[in-house]
């Protein structure tokens, strides 16, 4: 499976940005997909995860009420929404493809380039 993100980019406190990651391959749906982000000197911070049907969903507490993810899987697609963007939402954010739904980056063995956030307050 190959991940490609895009979507960031530099926006105001309190803004949005919708966040995609496409992916090939056709066993996608078999993939759970989570989000992930980094700052500089820090790992890789849990953000969200959605199952491979999309029944199932998980969210950081920092971001819940915030965020959203979905996906599409007819068009390979994982989208994370996110709102009421706060400096500290700052990062570099990857999508990632797991065979299971848990929140360990570790466990995730397929990982896209990454995009960047920059919230300026």
């Known amino acids: 499976v190959q991940l490609v993100e895009s979507g960031g980019g530099l926006v105001q406190a309190g803004g949005s940005l919708r966040l995609s990651c496409a992916a090939s391959g056709s066993t996608f749906s078999r993939y759970a997909v989570g989000w992930f982000r980094q700052t500089p000197g820090k790992g890789r911070e849990f953000v969200a995860l959605?199952?491979?049907?999309?029944?199932?969903?998980d969210y950081a507490d920092s971001v819940k009420g915030r965020f959203t993810i979905s996906r599409d899987n007819t068009k390979y697609t994982v989208v994370l929404q996110v709102h009421s963007l706060k400096a500290e939402d700052t990062a570099v954010y990857y999508c990632a493809a797991s065979t299971g739904i848990q929140r360990d980056a570790a466990a995730f063995r397929y990982w896209g380039q990454g995009t960047q956030v920059t919230v300026s307050s």
């Open positions: 959605i199952s491979g049907s999309g029944a199932i969903t």
